[in-house]
């Protein structure tokens, strides 16, 4: 009797959860079509109905300013679509890249600016195309530790916006960040450089140094590499070669720290800042020693 009862009661307890469960399965399938209600109420911002381009291009202005990238680029796609030979579809066209910049999905910019420069060379916003272009690029460089292609492709786009506008705003702009990447690009050299250093790798490490004063003469990393081509060179033994890089050093950044420390390891001496720059030999010697020691 028992054994009875006690089925009974299981059976009773499993239909009650089997209520339970359609029950709750019945709420969120509720709740899943007044979302879907509420979705579907929504007025879509592209009908396929045929609109004024004018009509159309102000309504994705509008949405690019709300906020609304998305959807400002699929009415832009559709001033395009529907009239892709009025001044209206140009404009878009540049907008929706321009979007697509704003909400740094670059690769998608990349591809829609390169269609505009060569649907529209002689366009008047064309300066503008292609300085956008090297600003997809240049808000994509990554930190001195990884690959710099980006970079180098930054600084390709920038050269490309000097030579067409070398004295407009975009041009003026451009030559601003093409020393920033000329910057990063020695800076990941020094990275490169100090680990050989460190690891006791001091040709690899003079290689990298010396490339950073060829080629990147114009940064703010050539003073450390001056100092760190004397430190490897007085690590293996090279005492002329270590003079003649603190003699650069000296000659061109008499304060900087840089030629104080490397005035100590050549000296053995620590002068005041002051008492370092008056000792310099003011002749004009630094292009030849440039040339001869690198």
């Given at each position: 009797m028992t054994g009875t009862t006690s089925s009974s009661l299981d059976r009773q307890r499993a239909k009650r959860a089997r209520r339970g469960v359609s029950g709750r399965v019945l709420a969120a399938l509720v709740v899943c079509v007044l979302v879907l209600g509420a979705c579907s109420g929504r007025t879509p911002v592209v009908t396929g109905k045929e609109e004024p381009a004018e009509r159309l291009y102000n309504r994705g202005m509008s949405l690019l300013t709300r906020g609304e990238?998305?959807?400002?680029?699929?009415?832009?796609?559709?001033?395009?679509?529907?009239?892709?030979?009025?001044?209206?579809?140009?404009?878009a066209m540049l907008m929706a890249?321009?979007?697509?910049?704003?909400?740094?999905?670059?690769?998608?910019?990349?591809?829609?600016?390169?269609?505009?420069?060569?649907?529209?060379?002689?366009?008047?916003?064309?300066?503008?195309?292609?300085?956008?272009?090297a600003l997809c690029y240049y808000e994509q460089i990554a930190d001195v530790q990884r690959d710099q292609g980006i970079t180098r492709k930054a600084m390709e786009e920038l050269q490309a916006v000097m030579k067409r506008d070398p004295n407009g705003k975009?041009?003026?702009d451009a030559k601003l960040k093409y020393d920033l990447t000329q910057d990063q690009l020695a800076g990941q050299e020094m990275s490169v450089g100090r680990w050989y250093q460190k690891s006791g790798m001091f040709i690899a490490a003079i290689n990298r140094f010396k490339e950073?004063?060829?080629?990147?003469?114009?940064?703010?990393?050539?003073?450390?590499?001056?100092?760190?081509?004397?430190?490897?060179?007085?690590?293996?033994?090279?005492?002329?070669?270590?003079?003649?890089?603190?003699?650069?050093?000296?000659?061109n950044f008499p304060g900087s720290e840089w030629y104080l420390?490397?005035?100590?390891?050549?000296?053995?001496?620590?002068?005041?800042?002051?008492?370092?720059?008056?000792?310099?030999?003011?002749?004009?010697?630094?292009?030849?020693?440039?040339?001869?020691?690198f």
């Open positions: 990238g998305i959807d400002a680029t699929k009415v832009f796609a559709e001033v395009e679509r529907q009239h892709p030979y009025s001044i209206w579809a140009t404009k890249s321009y979007t697509y910049y704003a909400t740094n999905r670059y690769p998608e910019a990349i591809v829609g600016l390169d269609r505009y420069i060569r649907l529209h060379p002689g366009s008047r916003d064309i300066e503008y195309a292609h300085y956008l272009k975009y041009g003026r950073v004063i060829k080629t990147y003469q114009t940064t703010s990393h050539v003073p450390e590499a001056l100092h760190r081509l004397t430190e490897s060179y007085l690590a293996l033994g090279i005492k002329d070669e270590a003079k003649k890089a603190a003699s650069v050093l000296g000659h420390d490397s005035y100590v390891l050549m000296t053995g001496i620590k002068p005041k800042r002051e008492e370092v720059a008056s000792s310099i030999p003011r002749k004009s010697w630094f292009g030849r020693a440039w040339d001869s020691v």
